[in-house]
């Protein structure tokens, strides 16, 4: 046989062993479990919300079918299993699952009784919401930064140029390797009266921007029960719990629960409810009913055996002992700016994304200048040509080369003589020639207000307010989960849940 040559590496399987598991730490870290702080979005969901503005499924265009976007997504650039990219289009779409979605689902998306019910992604269809709008409308404006896809056949975005804060406003969770993320869902208008808050005053403090975003704000509502001071101890470190209860009220003595807490199914908590009452654990309550329907999402119906029965300390109970009120962990744990991974307070996360839009506005403006600059070059030209009309025209007609020649005679630049030769006869008009003045004086007004712009900390500031401001207004919604302040849920004890029934005892004189 012949020997071959083969170059090997030959290193201590420990060291392999040691760089391979961090190369995939690393991975799953920047690349898979945690959002990034300037669009709130993990790489998944940023590239399905890019790959659908790509196939034109905006806001108002028609419905398509989910399997071509997850098509689109995985063939292009996540080259993935079809179901995980699938499952998180659903959860991108869900209203019971984000607080503002980004997609507008068509048919069977699941029901917040049981999230995973959804359809197959050859039944569903879908587009962009008008919200996802905030994310994509400053995509092609030189704003952000672009890398190749997985075979670096295509580019795509690094970070979508959001003009909310979309991470404090949707929320996400994930788990990485030796770390994890969960950040809450927010209000719109407190979230973004306090960016506005930070951009006036730099020096606001935690406990003034605690006045103006008081909670987290659930999708499918119900009450915040944590104490002010732990949510503000929370927001302080980026770390913390927040406790979430079911709302109820009463309705011919019945007691009608009308919300849940946030990820819990109305069949589980009547499951739990109901094994209290077969094992003889809630005498006090004589039925359950599920009654819920299209118009009222969640109504579950408990019946008291009595009017004597304390509601408020079965409530208590039911608080304790199911779903009807859960704990959920808050960690502020975010890839920054820096492209690191690191976890935040609530004001360092504001400013950061203050920060972010920053670069993302001055870029903006930046990148407009560009062009009309370069437009203003090219109509610079026109005005000449139009000037010395009979003349260029020779040059054109008789000249072996008239482009250097019209350069030669009119000392133009070669993109201006380039567009003076794609002229066509029809803008020869003199009616043409006062577009161009028009067009020129439109721009040089644009171009000055650019510069100043650009060239003042205040005026970007103001820019970013009333653009704030703006979207604060469009997309702005009122709170959904009420901030209470309750009394920690008690279980009952079992001499409380024995029924107090009329009792005869006869006793005879001499205890015989």
């Given at each position: 046989?012949?020997?071959?040559n083969?170059?090997?590496?030959?290193?201590?399987?420990?060291?392999?062993a040691?760089?391979?598991y961090?190369?995939?730490?690393?991975?799953?870290?920047?690349?898979?479990a945690?959002?990034?702080i300037?669009d709130?979005?993990?790489?998944?969901?940023?590239r399905?919300i890019?790959?659908?503005?790509?196939l034109?499924?905006d806001?108002g265009?028609?419905?398509k079918k989910s399997?071509?976007?997850?098509?689109?997504?995985i063939g292009?650039?996540h080259?993935?299993?079809d179901s995980?990219c699938?499952?998180?289009?659903?959860?991108l779409?869900?209203?019971?699952?984000?607080?503002?979605?980004l997609?507008?689902g068509?048919?069977?998306?699941?029901?917040?009784?049981?999230?995973?019910s959804?359809?197959?992604?050859?039944?569903?269809?879908?587009?962009?919401t008008?919200?996802?709008?905030a994310?994509?409308?400053e995509?092609?404006q030189g704003?952000?930064?672009?890398?190749?896809?997985?075979d670096g056949?295509l580019?795509?975005?690094?970070?979508?140029?959001?003009?909310?804060?979309?991470?404090?406003?949707?929320g996400t969770?994930g788990?990485?390797v030796g770390?994890?993320?969960?950040?809450p869902?927010?209000?719109?208008?407190?979230?973004?009266?306090?960016c506005?808050?930070?951009l006036?005053?730099?020096?606001?403090?935690?406990k003034e921007?605690?006045?103006?975003?008081?909670?987290p704000d659930?999708?499918?509502g119900?009450?915040?029960i944590?104490?002010?001071?732990?949510l503000?101890?929370?927001y302080?470190t980026?770390v913390?719990?927040?406790?979430?209860?079911?709302?109820?009220?009463?309705?011919?003595?019945?007691?009608i629960i009308?919300?849940?807490?946030?990820?819990?199914?109305?069949?589980?908590?009547?499951e739990q409810?109901?094994t209290?009452m077969?094992?003889?654990?809630?005498?006090?309550?004589?039925?359950?009913?599920?009654?819920?329907?299209h118009?009222?999402?969640?109504?579950?119906?408990?019946v008291p055996?009595s009017?004597?029965?304390?509601?408020?300390?079965?409530?208590?109970?039911?608080?304790?002992?199911?779903?009807?009120e859960?704990?959920?962990?808050?960690?502020?744990?975010?890839?920054?700016?820096?492209?690191?991974?690191?976890?935040?307070?609530?004001k360092?996360?504001?400013?950061?994304?203050?920060?972010f839009r920053?670069?993302t506005?001055?870029?903006?403006?930046?990148?407009?200048l560009?062009?009309?600059?370069?437009?203003?070059h090219?109509?610079?030209?026109?005005?000449?040509a139009?000037?010395?009309?009979d003349?260029v025209?020779?040059i054109?007609?008789e000249?072996?080369?008239?482009?250097?020649?019209?350069?030669?005679?009119?000392k133009?630049?070669?993109?201006?003589?380039?567009?003076?030769?794609?002229?066509r006869?029809?803008?020869?008009?003199k009616l043409?020639e006062?577009?161009?003045?028009t067009?020129?004086?439109?721009?040089e007004?644009?171009?000055n207000?650019?510069?100043?712009?650009?060239?003042?900390?205040?005026?970007?500031?103001t820019?970013?307010?009333?653009?704030i401001q703006?979207d604060?207004?469009?997309?702005?919604?009122?709170r959904?989960?009420?901030?209470?302040?309750?009394?920690?849920?008690?279980a009952?004890?079992?001499m409380d849940?024995l029924?107090?029934?009329?009792?005869?005892?006869?006793?005879?004189e001499?205890?015989?």
């Open positions: 046989m012949r020997e071959e083969f170059d090997i590496e030959q290193i201590p399987l420990r060291e392999f040691e760089r391979a961090l190369d995939y730490s690393m991975y799953v870290i920047l690349d898979r945690l959002p990034h300037g709130g979005l993990k790489p998944v969901q940023r399905i890019y790959a659908m503005s790509e034109g499924m806001f265009s028609k419905y399997a071509r976007t997850v098509g689109e997504v292009k650039f080259p993935h299993g995980a699938y499952e998180a289009m659903v959860l779409a869900q209203p019971f699952s984000t607080r503002y979605p997609i507008d068509q048919g069977n998306w699941g029901s917040g009784d049981d999230p995973k959804f359809a197959a992604m050859r039944y569903t269809e879908a587009r962009l008008s919200y996802s709008d994310l994509l409308s995509l092609m704003t952000t930064d672009w890398e190749p896809n997985f056949t580019e795509e975005p690094v970070v979508l140029p959001a003009r909310l804060p979309n991470l404090l406003l949707n969770t788990i990485a770390m994890a993320t969960d950040v869902p927010h209000n719109i208008r407190e979230v973004g009266a306090a506005i808050k930070l006036e005053a730099p020096k606001t403090t935690i921007i605690c006045s103006l975003i008081k909670g659930y999708p499918g119900g009450e915040i944590t104490p002010p001071n732990e503000r101890e929370m302080e980026g913390g719990a927040v406790k979430l209860r079911a709302t109820f009220s009463y309705e011919n003595e019945n007691v009308s919300t849940l807490p946030y990820q819990t199914s109305s069949s589980k908590v009547l409810i109901a209290q077969k094992s003889k654990k809630l005498p006090m309550l004589e039925d359950l009913r599920d009654e819920s329907d118009e009222n999402q969640v109504r579950l119906v408990l055996r009017k004597r029965v304390d509601v408020d300390s079965l409530m208590q109970h039911l608080f304790a002992t199911t779903d009807l859960r704990n959920y962990r808050v960690n502020l744990n975010v890839i920054g700016n820096d492209g690191l991974p690191a976890v935040k307070n609530i360092e996360t504001l400013k950061e994304w203050l920060a920053l670069d506005v001055t870029r903006r403006l930046q990148f407009r560009d062009k009309v600059n370069a437009r203003l090219i109509l610079e030209g026109f005005l000449v139009f000037i010395s009309l003349e025209i020779r054109i007609r000249e072996d080369a008239p482009k250097s020649s019209l350069q030669k005679t009119f133009l630049s070669e993109s201006q003589v380039i567009a003076i030769l794609e002229l006869l029809r803008q020869l008009a043409e006062e577009r161009i003045r067009e020129l004086n439109e721009l007004e644009e171009k207000w650019l510069g100043k712009t650009l060239g003042s900390k205040q005026r970007m500031r820019l970013i307010r009333s653009e703006n604060i207004e469009k997309y702005g919604d009122s959904r989960c009420l901030l209470k302040e309750r009394e920690p849920a008690r009952l004890s079992e849940m029924p107090s029934d009329p009792v005869t005892v006869v006793l005879s001499k205890g015989w």
